[in-house]
C-alpha cells in the first residue's frame, strides 16, 4: 500500500512559469514531510521540508502549501527554470523514526526554455 | 557532494550469487539508512542502524541484511540473487536517529544489475 501517493507522475512547464506537485497521504500520525530533489546519477537531496503546524512554509522560490485536514501538502517551483528539471519526491515520515522515509513515486519535471 | 560514499558505483552479477554494498556515512553522522530504488517499488526504506545498532526495519527481504561497523560503515549484504533485485541501492545518514532538526544525507547510490 503507498502510503503517500503522488501526482502528476511527469510534468512539462516553460522557463518561467509555476511548477506544482501533489502529494496525498494517510497516516495522521505523520508529522514531517520533506520534499526531494534528484537529478540524473545522483541521490535524493534535500530541498524543503514542512511540519504539521504550518500551512505554508517558503525557501526562495520554493513552496510547500499543507493542508492537515485534507491530509495534502504540495511543491510549488515559482519562475521554473532548466536547472529545476529533476525528478521531485514527496516524503512523509514519523519524527521519532527520521530516517523511514516513505515516498511517493515521483515527478519528472521538464522546464524548457 | 552529500559526503555520503557509496561503493561499488555500478555492478553486475548473475542469479543466485552474493554481493556488498558499502557505505561510509558524513563525518560525525551517527544513523545510516538503506534505500531501495527500482521502477516497479520506487525508493523503499530498508533497514536503519545508529551507532552500530538495529533500529528500524523496512521492506528488506531475509536474503538481504546489513550491519554497521564501530567505525560507523554500514555494508549491506544481498544473497540468493535474483532478476527482481536489480535496482539503485541508496545509502544514507544522519547525525542522529530522530527529528529534532536532522537532515537526511543520501549517497549516489549503486546500480546493481543482476542477469
Same mark, same amino acid.
Given at each position: &500500500? #503507498?502510503?503517500?501517493?503522488?501526482? =502528476?507522475?511527469? !510534468? @512539462?512547464?516553460?522557463?518561467?512559469?509555476? +511548477?506544482?506537485?501533489?502529494?496525498?497521504?494517510?497516516?495522521?500520525?505523520?508529522?514531517?514531510?520533506?520534499?526531494? &530533489? #534528484?537529478?540524473?546519477?545522483?541521490? =535524493?537531496?534535500? !530541498? @524543503?521540508?514542512?511540519?504539521?503546524?504550518? +500551512?505554508?512554509?517558503?525557501?526562495?522560490?520554493?513552496?510547500?502549501?499543507f493542508n492537515k485536514s485534507a491530509k495534502q501538502f504540495s511543491l510549488h517551483i515559482m519562475d521554473s527554470q532548466p536547472g529545476d528539471s529533476a525528478t521531485y519526491f514527496c516524503a512523509a515520515s514519523l519524527g521519532s523514526t527520521l530516517g523511514r522515509l516513505y515516498f511517493g513515486r515521483g515527478t519528472q519535471l521538464t522546464v524548457w526554455p | 557532494d552529500s559526503g555520503v560514499t557509496q561503493t561499488p558505483k555500478h555492478l553486475i552479477t548473475a542469479t543466485g550469487q552474493r554481493v556488498t554494498l558499502r557505505c561510509s556515512p558524513r563525518s560525525g553522522d551517527l544513523s545510516v539508512y538503506w534505500y531501495q530504488q527500482?521502477?516497479?517499488?520506487?525508493?523503499?526504506?530498508?533497514?536503519q542502524y545508529y551507532n552500530?545498532?538495529?533500529?528500524?526495519?523496512?521492506?528488506?527481504?531475509?536474503?538481504?541484511?546489513?550491519?554497521q561497523f564501530p567505525d560507523l560503515h554500514s555494508?549491506?549484504?544481498?544473497?540468493?540473487?535474483?532478476l527482481g533485485d536489480s535496482a539503485l541501492y541508496f545509502c544514507a545518514s544522519s547525525p542522529r536517529q530522530g527529528f529534532s532538526g536532522n537532515t537526511i544525507y543520501f549517497g549516489e547510490g549503486s546500480w546493481l544489475t543482476v542477469v
Open positions: &500500500q #503507498q502510503q503517500v501517493k503522488q501526482s =502528476p507522475q511527469s !510534468l @512539462i512547464v516553460q522557463k518561467g512559469g509555476i +511548477s506544482i506537485i501533489n502529494c496525498a497521504y494517510e497516516n495522521t500520525a505523520f508529522d514531517y514531510f520533506p520534499w526531494y &530533489q #534528484q537529478f540524473p546519477g545522483k541521490g =535524493p537531496a534535500l !530541498l @524543503i521540508a514542512i511540519r504539521p503546524d504550518v +500551512s505554508e512554509k517558503k525557501e526562495g522560490r520554493f513552496t510547500i502549501s | 527500482s521502477l516497479d517499488q520506487g525508493l523503499q526504506f530498508l533497514i552500530g545498532e538495529e533500529r528500524a526495519k523496512g521492506n528488506i527481504l531475509e536474503r538481504f541484511s546489513a550491519q555494508e549491506l549484504n544481498l544473497s540468493s540473487l535474483e
